[in-house]
């Protein structure tokens, strides 16, 4: 497992932008596929978006399709997540997440598929 650290969530208008930052403490997070999670008030934790470990891949739900940009540094052991053209059912405590990973080019959605956790940004959208 690998400590994760998120950065870059707060308040902003709809139609803005944001950029998220996972930070992984590993010397090196280029083993781990990684994801981004969000989980708004009342509802379950749902997929955003997930890369693999090359940077290659990468996969969103229909949701953010177009909208947010899934990046990774591997040097700097640091994932991102831009936000473009935000919405109010957007608003969510958005969640980093990794797992090793043997092949350079696969990726995982599902929350089970993740072990290691970060604690969470808040991201709100207003209207």
């Known amino acids: 497992q690998v400590q994760l650290v998120e950065s870059g969530g707060g308040l902003v208008q709809a139609g803005g932008s944001l950029r998220l930052s996972c930070t992984a403490s590993r010397r090196s997070s280029s083993g781990y596929v990684m994801g981004w999670f969000r989980q708004a008030p009342g509802k379950e934790r749902e997929f955003v978006a997930t890369i693999s470990r090359s940077g290659e891949n990468t996969y969103y739900s229909d949701s953010v399709k177009g909208r947010f940009t899934i990046s990774r540094d591997n040097a700097k052991n640091t994932m991102y997540l831009q936000m473009n053209s935000l919405k109010p059912e957007d608003t969510a405590v958005y969640s980093c997440?990794?797992?090793?990973?043997?092949?350079?080019?696969?990726?995982?959605?599902?929350?089970?598929?993740?072990?290691?956790w970060g604690q969470g940004t808040q991201v709100t959208v207003s209207s």
């Open positions: 997440a990794a797992r090793g990973s043997y092949y350079i080019d696969r990726y995982y959605s599902s929350v089970g598929d993740f072990n290691s």
